[in-house]
């Protein structure tokens, strides 16, 4: 049964970090594009970071550039999100996603191109 499993959200305060993983099960990590996404309250979701299989290339919504930080570890079944700086805007629930692809390099923050989706960890930036 695929599966895609999301863990480190919480509550942290303006200014601090995060790392989000995304642990997958049920199929091979290697041959997927992985992306983040989120969705705060009464908000659409939206893209925030997505990754090749390789790990070569990796893509960012400009609200997040420089701060977070997409990788993977495909012996292990996880990609992470590691989010520094976070703002009171930063506040929704991130979801992974999973679309299995041929071209190693291949990228996409478009929602409705991903099959496989977990069910979110929220985080909430709040002093």
């Known amino acids: 049964q695929l599966q895609l499993v999301e863990s480190g959200g919480g509550l942290v305060q303006p200014g601090g970090s995060l790392r989000l993983s995304c642990e997958v099960s049920?199929?091979?990590?290697?041959?997927?594009?992985i992306g983040w996404f989120r969705q705060a309250p009464g908000k659409e979701r939206e893209g925030v970071s997505c990754?090749?299989?390789?790990?070569?290339?990796?893509r960012y919504a400009d609200s997040v550039k420089g701060r977070f930080t997409v990788s993977r570890d495909n012996a292990k079944n996880t990609v992470y999100l590691q989010m520094n700086s976070l703002k009171p805007e930063d506040t929704a629930v991130y979801y992974c996603?999973?679309?299995?692809?041929?071209?190693?390099?291949?990228?996409?923050?478009?929602?409705?191109?991903?099959?496989?989706w977990g069910q979110g960890t929220q985080v909430t930036v709040s002093s």
């Open positions: 990754i090749s299989r390789s790990g070569g290339s990796t």
């Open positions: 049920g199929f091979t990590l290697d041959y997927h594009t």
């Open positions: 996603a999973a679309k299995k692809v041929t071209f190693v390099e291949f990228v996409t923050m478009t929602i409705s191109e991903y099959i496989y």
